[in-house]
């Protein structure tokens, strides 16, 4: 069992930063893949980004690939989102997951956090 809680979203103008964090219970964190999605209103729940469970590997989506940087650190059992040069369209709510899987696919996700908004205005 895998408990899950964002924190660190918020309202930034375009061309700025937040960092998102996502921390995890349970003595078997280093088990379970992390990903990150996240669901603008109107819209399908999308895949942002994903990490290993060791932390060697990562994968991006592409519309964020160069600007958010994915990593976990598993003393803290806590997974981080970095996002950089922030644009509209990231606007949504963000909600980290677990699984154990290496897979983009929400539907493969065991495990979800509430979410955290993230707001970007111009």
């Known amino acids: 069992q895998v408990q899950l809680a964002e924190s660190g979203g918020g309202s930034v103008q375009a061309g700025g930063s937040l960092t998102l964090s996502c921390a995890a219970s349970?003595?078997?964190?280093?088990?379970?893949?992390l990903g990150w999605f996240r669901q603008a209103p109107g819209k399908d729940r999308e895949f942002v980004a994903l990490i290993s469970g060791n932390g060697e590997n990562n994968y991006y989506a592409a519309p964020v690939r160069g600007r958010f940087t994915i990593s976990r650190d598993s003393a803290k059992n806590t997974v981080y989102l970095q996002m950089r040069s922030l644009k509209r369209e990231d606007t949504a709510n963000y909600y980290c997951?677990?699984?154990?899987?290496?897979?983009?696919?929400?539907?493969?996700?065991?495990?979800w956090g509430l979410g955290t908004q993230v707001t970007v205005s111009s």
């Open positions: 349970g003595r078997t964190f280093s088990r379970y893949a």
């Open positions: 997951a677990a699984s154990t899987l290496w897979t983009v696919d929400a539907v493969n996700y065991d495990y």
